[in-house]
């Protein structure tokens, strides 16, 4: 018998848990009003996803995907309100607020890329570090304050919808999309794939291994600018700690999804059935009228198990392998 992809077990799951949660609250969980909220929820919480995976899958991670992302929003939100207060054009204006958000957020990872690679400083700490320094410099550029006053045409990027379906679903789509190409059927995806494996044999089979893993950074940088321009226009405001939930739940998703914590694997489509279950879990606990606490304490328990279950299975295939040579 095929043994089931990682992706194909976290699939089942969801349609299990869909299901437990639709049989038990019909007539709240499954509505249109909920599922239209919850599919307004998921493309920032995705995109930031997606962005962690990318990361993980080189073997590092990023740990300021957030804050790189929040910090283009407080820069562009200030951009947005000023242009907009003197007079200028909505369409101009909103222009110029995207394009600096995803401007700083790609210089973001462009650093984060720069250190980790070229200076050859730990991931984990090398994002924690430009974290807290982002962090630090938007709360003295907004003074720890939210900013608003935007165009109301600004609304629709995050709250409007085509067709019944939010505007955010088709950005969050769309890019999906477009990495899982990238990964998929381009020579620099597959780099990265062996990147994360092993860099020093990828190092000595030709690859780039540093251009290579500082492209996953700013790549990373500039969804999470993505993901910072949706929340920006759904809150109607920029705050730099908008989002600081999300931090721990992209790695949890990434690696519910299949990525591997070490390197070497992941693909798109598993963090984002792991980004819907997740997803329909939170939404589930709040219906129940649990506290919102919860979902973080419920986030972290399937980090802890889908962690040790894929160490678990890695030492059994190890075992397998073993025997089977020794035959």
Known sequence: MKKLSKETVLLIIFILIFAILSLMWPGKFLTMSNIRSMCF????????????????????INLSVVTSGTLGSIIGALVLSRTWASGVEPVLCIALAILTVLAVSVLCGLINGLVVSYVGTAAMMTTLGTSTLYEGIGLLISKGNSIS???????????GTLLGIPVPMYIFIIVAIIIAILLQHTPWGLNVYMVGSNA???????????????FAYILSGLLGGIAAVIMMSRYNSARIDYGSSYLMQTVAASVLGGTLITG?????YGVVIAVVTLQCISSGLNIFGLDTSLTSMVTG?????????????????ERVHSARNAK
């Open 301 to 317: 328990l399937v980090l802890i198990l889908t962690l040790a279950l894929n160490f678990f299975s890695g030492r059994r295939s």
């Open 41 to 60: 929820q998921i493309p920032e919480f995705g995109l930031f996803a997606i962005a962690m995976m990318l990361t993980i899958i080189t073997g590092g």
């Open 264 to 268: 070497g694997y992941g693909k798109v």
């Open 149 to 159: 006053k935007f165009p109301s045409e600004f609304y629709w990027f995050g709250n």
């Open 200 to 214: 020093r044999t990828s190092m000595y089979s030709g690859i780039n291994v540093q251009k290579t893993t500082m």
